[in-house]
């Protein structure tokens, strides 16, 4: 029973104090939020003296804020969208439909994972370029479903790998296409796979800065992150501004977290085991 | 039974061929890429210029609020000339700015107008400019700053402010050092002896990041003026680098051995140079900063927070054999340049002029703190000492010695500036890669 304690304590402690290191620096860059600059500049790390809300309020309405969060809010959904009908068709493919160079059309999938967006940057820009797509929500969509495509197959061949072949037989055997059986059966039972690919594909795409400032140019098309991260200049020196600014962008993020923490467990426990 | 090919349906069979497209996207942006960055397009033509009425600019400043009313201004007036003719400012993060500006480049489509760092930064982009010369031939008397946008002696860039490094000290540190607040380091034994009293007083003699391996930057062009004679200094600025000279090696040597005597705050090499080492400064934490006269770290910011308390110096004199008199080390600091995709580039050059005109950079100097390169802006009203000193200077200063270095050769001393610090390697072993890299 003793032994029990313990070893609870040398499990415990640990976990706190990675807790802590997670937690530590979204309390820091709160209480930075709700100083002056001057407080700021003077001691950065001391608690807020005057607590004031002015920073968000700024970074919200002088700097677009509202305008660029419903901007990452139509391309992450709609790149979350399509990365999920892609990504679990093609899942069902790769795990259940056999077909020719199978096999290496995942290895190239995958092989596509390993390339650095910097290394594509250049023929990227062109080919949206040519297309008439710079500038455009759209073209973000298409560059996001893109670069996280091959990630999103990789999980749902995974998830789908683990589905017993004999349910796919016993499906045809009762006359179902396979349209029908990846709508009646795969996507179905793929919910919790779809849900943390969907979740996951979502943090990346409303994250993202480089694509986003790549593809739109415009400050009135701009996302979130890139708001955010306009809000310094060269170097500026408006730090509480900034993190402002930072916790409005991710106060969406958090809010995700709390409401589908749940899911994105299961999500997750459910493609590590199934099977 | 059937297995699930023999069942898969024609609509599914037939995306294979896409399915192989796909898949091979990757590889063919790949190699796409690799034939674009060998060959890129001399041209692609602007998204509109002309045609839509349209210029785009980017910069990194326009998203400042303290910068408004000068972009306003050059936009006011450049719209009031060519009606119909919209500009837009850009402001994109300064730390993706040249990843960005290089992807337009390859790609040939991007900005009409763009703004530049002087020196390394223009240099090596100046082959998607147009030259200037003679179209900003009615500038050339009234702007000042602009060696730093010449490539091979051809202009690419107008120069809107102007950019240096003084030492800038705090006077109440000094005092509680029991030292003369009036009286900043003249000399090596100075500095030195300032450096004890006000570390033994309990505060960094400066504040130094160099988290990003700037520090060096500032240490090398800072000093350099009260080490090198103007002979020596002239031929470095040539491209005769000699980094096997006694005076190199001191600069070299103070840096390291200025980090071993404690001259510094803690964690140099963790703490970032903007903004940590400046806020330190301003937050009353050390002596002494290698500044900078306009876009931050200036008068106008340390002044907000150590009002009378700012002092400012020209470099010390460690070298008396070789420099008696020192100086500024200054240049031009930003400029706007015209990419050669734009479609009508008499426009854009107007549009450059408006953002270089007097009353405009009236506007940045007031509200933003920069040193504007237009020498017929008064400054003389002036109410913080220290910009009086600098601009005193100015008539005098010589340019900064990093920016004649390749950007190839600023990465490499960037990262033994903190082996240095970190001693992995010795003075001698970095000069040496330093030589190999800068032939």
């Known amino acids: 029973m003793r032994e029990r304690g313990v070893a609870r304590w040398v499990i415990a402690v640990p976990m ?76 069902f493919a790769f795990s259940q439909l056999n077909f020719r160079g199978r096999k290496s059309l995942f290895l190239l999938c995958l092989g596509a994972l390993m390339i650095p967006f910097q290394v594509i940057m250049v023929p990227f820009f062109r080919v949206l370029g040519q297309a008439g797509l710079l500038d455009t929500h759209l073209g973000l969509v298409l560059a996001y479903t893109g670069q996280f495509l091959p990630f999103t197959i990789f999980l749902m061949t995974s998830f789908y790998a683990r589905v017993p072949q004999e349910v796919i037989e016993a499906a ?12 009646r059966i795969m996507v179905p039972i793929g919910r919790p796979a779809l849900l943390s690919v969907g979740i996951l594909n979502a943090l990346f795409c409303w994250n993202d800065v480089l694509i986003s400032l790549l593809v739109l140019q415009s400050e009135r098309n701009r996302t979130l992150m890139v708001g955010v991260t306009a809000l310094r200049g060269q170097y500026s020196d408006n730090i509480p501004l900034f993190a402002g600014g930072v916790l409005v962008a991710v106060f969406p993020v958090i809010l995700v977290y709390l409401f589908f923490q749940r899911q994105i467990t299961d999500g997750v426990t459910a493609g590590a085991t199934k099977g | 039974m059937p297995t699930a090919s023999d069942q898969t349906p024609r609509w ?119 030259p200037l010369d003679e179209k900003t031939k009615d500038l050339s008397e009234r702007l000042t700053g602009w060696d730093a946008f010449k490539d091979k002696g051809t202009t690419y860039a107008v120069p809107i402010t102007l950019q240096g490094f003084p030492f800038y000290y705090n006077k109440s540190v000094y005092k509680k050092a029991g030292l003369d607040p009036e009286k900043p380091p003249a000399s090596l034994a100075e500095l030195k002896a300032d450096c004890a009293a006000i570390k033994k007083a309990g505060t960094a003699c400066f504040n130094l990041g160099n988290k990003e391996g700037l520090g060096i930057e500032f240490f090398l062009s800072g000093f350099a003026p009260g080490v090198f004679s103007p002979q020596q200094y002239d031929a470095w600025l040539a491209g005769k680098r000699d980094w096997s000279s006694p005076e190199v090696k001191q600069i070299f040597q103070l840096w390291k051995s200025s980090n071993d005597e404690g001259w510094y705050n803690q964690g140099v090499n963790s703490t970032a140079m903007f903004m940590d080492q400046f806020t330190m400064f301003s937050g009353g934490k050390g002596g002494n900063v290698i500044g900078l006269i306009s876009d931050t770290a200036h008068w106008k910011d340390f002044d907000e927070f150590l009002g009378p308390d700012l002092g400012v110096y020209q470099p010390p004199v460690l070298n008396p054999a070789n420099a008696t008199k020192t100086y500024l080390p200054a240049e031009g600091g930003i400029g706007y340049g015209v990419m050669k995709w734009t479609k009508n580039q008499e426009l854009a050059v107007d549009l450059v002029k408006s953002l270089a005109s007097t009353d405009a950079l009236k506007l940045f100097y007031g509200n933003a703190g920069a040193i504007a390169a237009d020498t017929t802006i008064d400054t003389s009203d002036a109410t913080v000492p220290a910009v009086k000193s600098i601009v005193s200077w100015l008539p005098d200063s010589k340019p900064l010695l990093h920016t004649a270095l390749s950007a190839k050769t600023l990465d490499l001393i960037h990262r033994l500036s903190q082996q240095l610090i970190n001693g992995d390697v010795t003075v001698d072993q970095a000069l040496t890669q330093l030589a190999a890299s800068d032939k």
């Open chain 2, 12 to 130: 599914f069979r037939q995306p294979r061929r896409s399915w192989v497209l796909a898949a091979l996207a990757p590889l063919l942006a790949v190699t796409a890429g690799a034939c674009g960055a060998a060959a890129p397009e001399a041209s692609g033509g602007s998204q509109g210029a002309a045609e839509s009425g349209k210029l785009v600019v980017w910069d990194w400043h326009s998203g400042d609020a303290k910068t408004k009313a000068y972009y306003d201004k050059a936009k006011t007036d450049f719209e009031g000339k060519h009606p119909g003719v919209e500009v837009e400012f850009v402001a994109q993060p300064y730390d993706q700015y040249y990843t960005l500006l290089g992807t337009a480049i390859q790609a040939g489509k991007g900005p009409d107008l763009a703004m530049f760092n002087g020196g390394a930064q223009l240099r090596e982009r100046a082959a998607s400019l147009i």
């Open chain 1, 172 to 183: 045809r055997v009762d006359g179902s296409s396979t349209l029908g059986i990846y709508r």
């Open chain 1, 16 to 91: 706190l104090l990675l807790a802590l290191a997670t937690v530590y620096p979204m309390l820091f860059t709160l209480n930075v939020a709700m100083k002056s600059r001057r407080e700021y500049v003077l001691d950065r790390f001391a608690p807020a003296e005057h607590v004031s809300f002015a920073n968000f309020a700024e970074a919200w309405n002088s700097s677009g804020l509202g305008r660029y969060t419903l901007n990452s809010v139509i391309v992450t959904a709609g790149a979350v969208a399509l990365l999920l009908l892609l990504g679990s068709m093609a899942g």
